[in-house]
């Protein structure tokens, strides 16, 4: 079955075309990345009205890079949810308005079921059951996933997602956005020095997750070290702590703090997924999202799944963050068991 999936839920217009599930023939991402930057995270409004702006381009260059025409496509599976309810309504309008001039099924997917399937487009032979975790920059969600259509969440953040609070502490550290990256890069080879930001939530048995906390740790220690400064046009944000002209001494201190916080988040989610491995009696695990792009993030899980023979299957970075793929991959199997909607559905901010 082709299957063209559509994502608009929140910063990236993608569309592709997927061959059963498991293979994309072409993963056509925009990034808004640029048109957000200068407010440090995503404006709803905006980012609706730049979807509508690339979508048809990227559609089409989805069909042109796989090598097919409209008439090839056999289904629509169309991001519903959990996202931003003006983008996501981008890419769901298009999406009916296709499968309505093709007469073609489609199907809504829950974009992190989008996420713990892209793991499908680079191995096709997934088993079950497994412990999912998805991190982005809007979920850390823990899912113990049984088949295909056995789906359950078993833990999930109760404030910030772990990307989320990447790019809060790279607000206020002055380090530009996304955040992610970038601390991962000046992370490398820094050691916190005896820094230590508290682990929220560690007791055994909790399956959730708060970065809160940790994030306003963050934000004490900065202003310990560069005094506190407020900005009173933006009561309550997080604006930047730094200098604008940071010194060495400064850098270091900034490597440090940021450091410090990676290894923070990076304890959190690896305890909190072993924990829920060690829970839930099974034997395979799925890290994916963004914050699964970072290296010091995948190299934990992979040494403590090797400890505990533990399988560990992570996406290739391209499939970490937002794309169509995931959600033609996922949109495959509900397809696949009749899982069909009609035009009347709409877009779900939470699910
Ligand atoms: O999955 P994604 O592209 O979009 C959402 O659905 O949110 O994730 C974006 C998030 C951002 O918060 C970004 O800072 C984070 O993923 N991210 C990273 C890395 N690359 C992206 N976080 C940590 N380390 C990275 N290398
Ligand atoms: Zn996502």
Redesign the pocket.
Known sequence: MIVLGIETS?D?TAAAVVVDGTEALSNVVVSQIEVHREFGGVVPELASRKHVEAISMVISKSLKDAGVDFGDIDAIAVTRGPGLIGALLVGIGVAKGLSLALNKPICGVNHLHGHLFAVWLDNDQMEFPFVGMVV????TTLFEVRSPLDIDVIGKTRDDAA??A??KVAKLLGLGY????I??KLSEGVSPDGLRFPRALIEQGNLDFSFSGLKTAVLRQAEKVFGIHYDRSRPGSFHQITPEDPSAEDQRTIRKIAAAFQDAVIDTLVSKLFMAVEIRKVSRLVVC???A??QALRNRIISEGHKREIKVILPSMSL???NAAMIGARGNFLLQEGIVDSLGFGAKSRW
């Open positions: 929140c990236e982005s920059g809007g979920h990307g989320e990447y790019d996304p955040g992610g990256a601390i991962e999202g963004g914050v792009a970072n970490c963050a937002d």
